[in-house]
Nanobody, 114 residues
Framework: QVQLVESGGGLVQPEGSLRLSCAASGFTFSRYVMSWYRQAPGKERELVAS????????HYADSAKGRFTISRDNAKNTVALQMNSLKPEDTAVYSCSVPTLKYWGQGTQVTVSS
């Protein structure tokens, strides 16, 4: 079955950086668009970034542009989200997803606070 396991979250100060990683299994990873979503308390889940199956195309939410970078390694079945210049409003649970298959991981908490 499809499994998505995120790691790398934590507590970071404003303007700090974190790198999230998602290990995927149970499907042919290289064939699918992968995405990162986030959900803050009391808010709806929102798309942060997506990457095409071969890594050649990327899409970012306006809030992530210029600060976040999504990447993937099809040999290792992993997708990463490098987050720089973090802001308190980036605090949320971040989950990776295979949108086409409608699967999301359990998520990893990112807290940006001084």
């Amino acid at each position: 079955q499809v499994q998505l396991v995120e790691s790398g979250g934590g507590l970071v100060q404003p303007e700090g950086s974190l790198r999230l990683s998602c290990a995927a299994s149970g499907f042919t990873f290289s064939r699918y668009v992968m995405s990162w979503y986030r959900q803050a308390p009391g808010k709806e889940r929102e798309l942060v970034a997506s990457i095409g199956s071969d890594g050649g195309t990327t899409h970012y939410a306006d809030s992530a542009k210029g600060r976040f970078t999504i990447s993937r390694d099809n040999a290792k079945n992993t997708v990463a989200l490098q987050m720089n210049s973090l802001k308190p409003e980036d605090t949320a649970v971040y989950s990776c997803s295979v949108p086409t298959l409608k699967y999301w991981g359990q998520g990893t908490q990112v807290t940006v606070s001084s």
